[in-house]
T-cell receptor, first 113, second 113 residues
Framework: GENVEQHPSTLSVQEGDSAVIKCTYS??????FPWYKQELGKGPQLIID?????GEKKDQRIAVTLNKTAKHFSLHITETQPEDSAVYFC????????????FGRGTSLIVHP | DGGITQSPKYLFRKEGQNVTLSCEQN?????MYWYRQDPGQGLRLIYY???????QKGDIAEGYSVSREKKESFPLTVTSAQKNPTAFYLC????????????FGSGTQLSVL
């Protein structure tokens, strides 16, 4: 089955800095890669996603890049703000199968004012 | 407002007791999921259901049971056979088919007395 590795487990940055979270996946048939943000005491929310036919996608201060050959994808957050502090999960989905996402273990991002 | 509602927010279980976590959605989604979240462990799939009256075991189904008698409801029972039930439980739904995006509830924190 699919295996998703996520690094780092904890990331501490100063407000205004950039943050990068990286994930690798094992199943070359995976073709959909969402990122979820979980604030304390809440459920995760989808913040951005990318499909395998696209190399990069941006939405304001966040972007995701995908390297299919190397089987890794990354979340980039620029100009970080304290409200970006949360746990971020990457996932990989094999469309055409059960569509059940396999999640990484999460990255706790702390943005210091 | 459309959404997914979990109750209760906090739940305590005594030794040998079964407890049931509620999950209701009004998004008209076909698929529903239960995840368990432990610190540093990410999101682990307990059970999922892609259609009413049908459900499948996930990666950690032992000690849990579910039912899907109505499209909008997917309750999870934590049985006495689950020896380490303390965790944050998340319910999610998706429209199913080729739509892989998950919508999560706010979670239930289960603790053992």
């Amino acid at each position: 089955g699919e295996n998703v590795e996520q690094h780092p487990s904890t990331l501490s940055v100063q407000e205004g800095d950039s943050a990068v979270i990286k994930c690798t996946y094992s199943d070359s048939a995976s073709n959909y890669f969402p990122w979820y943000k979980q604030e304390l005491g809440k459920g995760p929310q989808l913040i951005i996603d990318i499909r395998s036919n696209v190399g990069e996608k941006k939405d304001q201060r966040i972007a995701v890049t995908l390297n299919k050959t190397a089987k890794h994808f990354s979340l980039h957050i620029t100009e970080t703000q304290p409200e970006d502090s949360a746990v971020y999960f990457c996932a990989a989905v094999r469309s055409g199968g059960s569509y059940i996402p396999t999640f990484g273990r999460g990255t706790s991002l702390i943005v210091h004012p | 407002d459309g959404g997914i509602t979990q109750s209760p927010k906090y739940l305590f279980r005594k030794e040998g007791q079964n407890v049931t976590l509620s999950c209701e959605q009004n998004l008209n989604h076909d698929a529903m999921y239960w995840y368990r979240q432990d610190p540093g462990q990410g999101l682990r799939l307990i059970y999922y259901s892609q259609i009413v009256n049908d459900f499948q075991k996930g990666d950690i189904a032992e000690g849990y049971s579910v039912s899907r008698e109505k499209k909008e409801s997917f309750p999870l029972t934590v049985t006495s056979a689950q020896k380490n039930p303390t965790a944050f439980y998340l319910c999610a739904s998706s429209s199913g088919g080729t739509n892989e995006k998950l919508f999560f509830g706010s979670g239930t924190q289960l603790s053992v007395l």
